[in-house]
């Protein structure tokens, strides 16, 4: 049985629009992704063809894809899988519920039974949070719990180790529980998030990339002039990305829902990005315009908007600048038009 062929219909038997080669391509993605067997980008690729085939319905070919994803210099291991499943289930609720449940039920269980080591499922309760979104406000107040619980005891092992990078925890997670706790308890918040900042200094994590997941954070909490100041200190090479996600998560469009770049910083500034937009949306949260020092206020969404766009102005003439192009198509379709005839007349295929 081959889900998702034929008339794409929700549930409740109303069709889904979409382009009609939609399934064939994403089906041509899977397979020319699983040939790739010494690109070192295979890896990527097999991972949003498994979130393109969720997209479609496709549930039984996108968990059969995620869940033999390969790595190039070697087997993936289980958290490889699962970003893959992640990155296709999120597709899949309005297709199939059942099924992104049964994903999301399984991972949690993973989760849960794992060995519990200090680098504990704090990130991957993230993960499950923005795969289940507002589709199940039960199921998501449970993993908020639990990565809570994993993130307090991770610092707690490392404190009683009194290990001052306590012991192996990652900034990320100090990201993730700063702005899962930023709206119930600002001083817990800001406790989460000096530690991650902490981590970030240290001399063995101390890169450039570690910038962006940080400046989406700054822009979560209203500053958006430290994010802006964060997002340019970045690698030049991930300038663009960072920019990016900063626009998307202030104009409050999906931006770069696909799963991408497995070096570097992108898996993390993908997800803290989605989960800032999942918990603390820009529409309800005060912010401040980049050029102005006269405190925060409540953005309107032409302000949002404009900040967008002058952050993918910019992101557009860094290196990496197509990484603005999925934003600029929730914002403005016909500036993608016109980047693209550009590009074609560039490349000579304007025919």
């Known amino acids: 049985m081959r889900a998702g062929l034929g008339t794409r219909r929700r549930l409740d038997g109303t069709r889904l629009e979409g ?7 994403a089906e041509t ?36 894809l ?3 994803v390969q790595h190039p210099i070697g087997k993936a291991d289980q958290e490889d899988r699962d970003k893959a499943l992640m ?7 309005a297709y199939d519920p059942a099924a992104a449940t049964a994903v999301v039920d399984a991972m949690e269980q993973r989760l849960l039974t794992g060995d519990g080591g200090l680098d504990g499922p704090v990130v991957g309760f993230a993960d499950l949070l ?4 507002h589709q199940d406000y039960e199921r998501s ?24 990078r306590y012991m192996g925890a990652r900034p990320q997670d100090g990201l993730v529980m700063g702005l899962l706790t930023a709206g119930s308890d600002p001083a817990c918040a800001g406790e989460w998030l ?3 900042v902490d981590l970030l200094e240290s001399e063995s994590s101390r890169t450039s990339w570690n910038r962006g997941p940080l400046a989406i954070v700054c822009a979560a909490l209203g500053d958006y002039k430290a994010a802006l100041g964060l997002a340019f200190r970045s690698d030049h090479g991930r300038r663009a ?18 799963f991408h770049g497995n070096i570097g910083s992108a898996p993390e500034l993908w997800l803290i990005r989605r989960f800032a937009a999942l918990v603390m949306p820009a529409e309800a949260a005060e912010g401040r315009l980049l050029e102005a020092d006269d405190g925060s206020h409540t953005l309107a969404p032409d302000e949002r908007r404009s900040i967008a766009f002058s952050l993918l102005s910019q992101a557009l003439l860094a290196d990496g600048w197509h990484n603005a192009v999925p934003v600029l198509a929730d914002l403005a379709p016909d500036v993608v038009i016109s980047i693209r005839d550009v590009v074609f007349q560039h490349l000579g295929l304007e025919d």
């Open 141 to 164: 107040r449970r993993l908020a719990d639990a990565a809570q619980r994993a993130a307090e005891r991770k610092h707690r092992l490392g404190s009683e180790a009194r290990d001052s």
């Open 241 to 258: 990305e960072v920019l990016t996600e900063f626009a998307a998560y202030v104009a409050g469009v999906p931006g770069t829902t696909v």
């Open 87 to 93: 990155a296709a289930v999120t597709g899949l609720w």
């Open 130 to 133: 923005v795969a289940v979104g």
């Open 29 to 64: 993605a899977a397979k020319i992704a699983e040939d790739l067997t010494d690109d070192p980008f295979m890896h990527d690729a097999q991972i949003a063809a498994a979130q393109a085939l969720g997209c479609l319905g496709a549930a039984e070919q996108a968990v059969e």
């Open 19 to 25: 382009h009609p080669d939609a399934l064939r391509l």
């Open 66 to 68: 995620a869940n033999s």
């Open 194 to 196: 000096l530690r991650a």
